[in-house]
């Protein structure tokens, strides 16, 4: 059974993209029953969305050309349509449409790669819509008080991986040690790394400002457990090869310095004075006392201050790497 398009203009205001008009005689007049008696899609959604007493619609903007069509049979069916909102598409970097190709295509894929709930919720509520300012980390709270349909935008939001590493990062910068111990014991046990000895929130503290995922904060926790294998990279080992004959006798200027600190006063604070101090005295520059330091605890250059690198990985471990 086919529905007789009237013939007239089928227009409505669509929340984002305003005033939308299409001509009857522009339509084909479209299949609403198949030969078995079963309803299509066009006639099925109406005809629930009428059942449940929907008030507004919300969808992709792909769906604009049901929407005259949706909008004929409410008529005919003698109801008021719905307001409807069409959102705009999300692409890809490349401008495609999302699919498969671009990765991860499950939320769970998301989570497994280090990204938190909290960001990517923050993230995908910002494609397409603004919260009235340039703000852009956005609390669940505040999206639900700032949201309105007039807010989103009419063009096609990007996906960018980037970004949404870069707003994970900030999260991980933001939350509590105590927030990310799940989700960083998730990513350990994935590793296969032991951790059930550790005080882990310490040395999560410590690391999570210089990391974009959950996994980057897992293999920085993990560097810094006992017992750990440290594996220099690619700079660390262009460090120790600028460094010369140079790095072995500045190590171990800092490892005696430190090893003067006994294990109740192994503080941040005493750790940093003690190296400050040996290098004054040893007329280096603070760099060549602390890289090295640097180097033998983690295998690169980059970490938290050194200072606290040593008080996180504790006296007996730090020693023993610098040996």
Not at 1 to 29: C, K, M, N, Y
Not at 78 to 83: D, F, N
Not at 95 to 105: F, V
Not at 222 to 227: E, H, I, M, V
Request: charged share 25%; net charge negative; with cysteine.
């Amino acid at each position: 059974i086919r529905f007789a398009v009237p013939d007239e203009e089928i227009a409505w205001t669509d929340a984002v993209h305003g005033r939308i008009s299409w001509q009857g005689r522009d339509l084909d007049d479209f299949i609403i029953l198949r030969s078995d008696g079963s309803a299509i899609y066009n006639l099925a959604v109406v005809s629930d969305d009428i059942a449940m007493r929907i008030s507004h619609v919300i969808r992709g903007d792909d769906h604009v050309s049901n929407t005259p069509k949706q909008i004929a049979l409410y008529r005919a069916l003698g109801h008021q349509p719905p307001v409807f909102a069409h959102v705009p598409m999300i692409l890809g970097t490349d401008g495609k449409k999302l699919s498969k190709r671009h990765g991860a295509t499950a939320v769970g894929d998301y989570q497994d790669q280090g990204i938190l709930p909290a960001a990517m919720r923050n993230f995908l509520a910002l494609l397409g819509w603004s919260p009235g300012n340039d703000d852009e980390i956005v609390t669940m709270e505040e999206m639900i008080t700032r949201f309105s349909l007039e807010a989103i935008q009419s063009k096609p939001a990007v996906f960018d991986p980037a970004k949404l590493e870069w707003m994970n990062g900030q999260y991980l910068s933001m939350l509590p040690a105590s927030e990310l111990h799940d989700p960083v014991v998730r990513q350990l046990e994935r590793m296969g790394v032991n951790w059930h000895d550790a005080a882990l929130d310490p040395i999560i503290d410590a690391v999570k400002a210089r990391a974009r995922t959950v996994t980057s904060v897992a293999e920085q926790v993990a560097t810094r457990l006992p017992g750990a294998t440290v594996v220099r990279d690619a700079k660390g080992e262009a460090l120790v090869a600028k460094m010369g004959e140079r790095f072995a006798p500045c190590l171990a200027i800092a490892r005696d310095a430190v090893a003067a600190v006994p294990e109740s006063e192994w503080t941040a604070e005493a750790l940093e004075a003690a190296m400050r101090d040996v290098a004054t005295r040893e007329e280096l520059k603070l760099g060549d006392v602390m890289q090295p330091v640097r180097v033998a605890l983690t295998g690169g250059t980059v970490s938290e201050p050194v200072n606290e690198l040593l008080a996180v990985v504790g006296r007996e471990e730090s020693l023993r790497r610098m040996q």
